[in-house]
């Protein structure tokens, strides 16, 4: 089951959020809360499942969590966020793509959706979005995984090799099977073929009258990344109170040293990698991404509670 559930951000900015499964009803999974001395007669009532955010990265879009999000479902209730410019949200030409924004967007989603006290499960950009909005609200956010993103500034050198990187993409693409091919094989920028990435870039693209093109502007990915990547966010992460896994894959964009170094100045932080993956961790290895992060939700969520 898939379900759409709109919600509206800062500015007034539309959302697309989504269920990828039905939330837990009955069987072992349900809990009850204890009796506080109700009325006579009155019936004890099923405790509401914990909450779970997911936050994709930049260029990312909500169905990338949707595995995850069907195995989170049997013991939580897991939404994932098309967050501003990207999938269905709304993506405004001249709208605010900043940091704040973003943060604004997951805070208002999160209160919109009744998901308090929850966990947020982020990547990349998201994991950013996700570490930042614990430190403005402890009181939302009860554990925290971040996947795969860096605490240190990557400069303007950098932002100037991703607008080169856009201006190579052959668009339009006359078919998903060419989109898959070029973002895993035949991409300049890839060191080994990586079919994973192919599958991961087809889900953001759209069939126009052309061929087909990502689903999101260009310049506006270049405008959200912009608001990152000439700031360190050490303080912000030294910020945050609750338990927090910090995971990384061996061939991934965050290096153990730095991974490592954020573990040391999160108040919580717990170091996990996962073997033989890339950046895209949760996408491209399921199996591993899950039995790192089950069994930290299980034990972080169930002390918060």
Not at 54 to 72: I, P, Q, V
Not at 75 to 92: E, T
Not at 121 to 136: C, E, N, P, R, V
């Amino acid at each position: 089951m898939v379900r759409r559930i709109n919600v509206t951000g800062a500015d007034g900015v539309r959302l697309a959020a989504w269920e990828f499964a039905d939330p837990p009803k009955g069987g072992s999974e349900q809990e009850v809360l204890p009796d506080a001395g109700p009325a006579q007669g009155s019936q004890a009532q099923p405790r509401k499942p914990p909450g779970v955010l997911l936050l994709h990265g930049l260029m990312g879009r909500a169905s990338h969590w949707a595995g995850t999000a069907r195995w989170l479902s049997g013991r939580y209730r897991a939404i994932a966020l098309d967050q501003r410019g990207h999938g269905r949200s709304d993506k405004p030409t001249e709208g605010a793509y900043d940091r704040e924004s973003f943060v604004a967007d997951a805070e208002a989603a999160i209160e919109q959706l009744g998901l308090a006290p929850l966990a947020v499960i982020g990547h990349s950009m998201g994991a950013l979005t996700a570490w930042q909005l614990a430190a403005k609200r402890p009181d939302l956010v009860h554990a925290l995984v971040v996947c795969d993103m860096r605490a240190s500034a990557l400069g303007e050198q950098s932002q100037r090799e991703w607008e080169e990187w856009f201006k190579s993409w052959p668009v339009p693409f006359a078919t998903l099977s060419d989109v898959r091919k070029w973002f895993g094989e035949e991409d300049p920028s890839l060191e080994r073929p990586n079919p994973a990435r192919g599958d991961f870039f087809a889900e953001v693209m759209a069939e126009r009258g052309d061929g087909w093109r990502p689903v999101f502007s260009r310049r506006q990915m270049l405008t959200v990344r912009e608001g990152w990547v000439n700031d360190a966010h050490w303080d912000e992460l030294a910020q945050v109170r609750c338990p927090t896994l910090v995971v990384r894959g061996i061939d991934g964009d965050l290096g153990r040293a730095e991974a490592q170094e954020m573990v040391r100045v999160l108040p919580r932080g717990i170091y996990a990698e996962v073997p033989e993956a890339g950046h895209l961790i949760h996408y491209d290895q399921p199996g591993d991404w899950r039995r790192v992060v089950d069994p930290f939700l299980q034990a972080a969520l169930a002390t918060s509670s």
